[in-house]
């Protein structure tokens, strides 16, 4: 493994149940984790860096493909963002701190390693409608596509992995 390598790393589907209020979709949980180089530089020294030469903000995008018997059935967009801005917060001994977007929703970490899980770790649950599913025995598998943009403390790249098969019975 290269030390300037990032990777999908933790990657489980698991769960096919049918969620009680709506007994007519099948829910399946997705989880994994960015780790390596991506994760290793996201510091506040280097997010420091970056805005003083006004690069304010890192995005991740991850694309989702839902695929049942290998034919993707659905395909799902999600945006974490990182931005870096000027703080006076007491709370923090830096100048320079940072705000997770996730699922739309900011977040203001106190400290580096919960950035780091914030923009890094992931866990979505994927709604399938049995419409999408074919009678009897269905393999899902969701492909996971990552991809970031040039930044002052990182190269443009792109990273993907598919999870493991999850079995879901239509009847």
């Known amino acids: 493994m290269d030390e300037n390598e990032s990777r999908i790393s933790a990657l489980t589907l ?12 099948f829910v399946l949980t997705l989880s994994f984790s960015i780790d390596g180089f991506i994760r290793q530089v996201l510091t506040q020294k280097n997010w420091e860096k970056a805005y003083n030469k006004h690069d304010n903000s890192l995005r991740l995008t991850v694309k989702l493909d839902i695929k049942n018997n290998g034919k993707i059935i659905e395909s ?3 945006i974490r963002k990182a931005i870096f801005f000027w703080t006076r917060n007491p709370k923090i001994d830096h100048r320079i701190w940072i705000m997770i977007v996730k699922d739309d929703t900011p977040f203001y970490p106190l400290e580096e390693e919960e950035a780091r899980q914030l923009l ?3 866990i979505k649950d994927i709604e399938i409608k049995p419409d999408a599913l074919r009678k009897g025995k269905n393999d899902i598998t969701v492909l996971v596509e990552l991809s970031w943009g040039k930044h002052e403390f ?13 079995q879901i019975d239509n009847n």
Not at 14 to 25: D, I, S, T, V
Not at 154 to 166: G, R
């Open 76 to 78: 799902i967009k999600l």
């Open 154 to 166: 990182i190269e443009k790249n792109s990273v993907k992995k598919e999870s493991n098969i999850q």
């Open 14 to 25: 698991r769960g096919a149940q049918e969620r009680p209020m709506n007994e007519k979709l």
């Open 120 to 122: 890094f770790d992931f």
